[in-house]
């Protein structure tokens, strides 16, 4: 086992989490590489081979005009998340690139402090090591969430 590689990849898996916990979501899209693909679909429609997504961005820019939307044209109640990663699997690809598969839960807080399980499953993420300023991104993250029901706006990212 690569401990430097596992810790690179979890270390990326803990910054992108805090940035979106800590409502920094315009610090979100320097996470992907400026061809990125990000998915959000649910497990049957991901074991069925079915393209179809919840979320479907192919660029950094994609999501660039997800988070301008969010701040200034979606209208949703007040809300923020808690993302909790585990079991992280990481496969080495090639020298620059490493498939990893983790687990998530989401629990989302209201504004009136009410908590409750917002999200579960799985992400399955392609990761050039050298990226950006010499950190690495996401090429493709695939999030896949174990029910197909989503009971509100899926405003902010998973």
Do not use: K
């Not at 699997?89 to 504004?111: G, Y």
């Amino acid at each position: 086992m690569d401990i430097a590689l596992q810790l690179t990849v979890e270390n990326l898996l803990a910054r992108y989490t805090h940035a979106i916990d800590d409502d920094q979501l315009e610090a979100w899209p320097d996470f992907f590489v400026e061809g990125a693909r990000y998915h959000i679909t649910t497990a049957e429609n991901h074991e069925r081979g079915l393209p179809l997504s919840l979320v479907h961005a192919d660029s950094r820019a994609m999501l660039r005009d997800r988070v301008n939307a969010l701040r200034h044209a979606n209208v949703y109640e007040a809300q923020r998340y808690r993302h909790v990663f585990s079991a992280v699997l990481v496969e080495r690809i090639d020298m620059q690139t490493v498939r990893a598969v983790s687990s998530f839960q989401v629990v989302r807080i209201m504004h009136s402090g009410e908590a409750t399980l917002f999200a579960s499953g799985r992400c399955i993420d392609r990761i050039h090591l050298a990226g950006e300023n010499g950190q690495a991104q996401f090429e493709e993250r695939l999030v896949i969430l174990d029910s197909r029901r989503v009971d509100t706006l899926l405003a902010i990212p998973l």
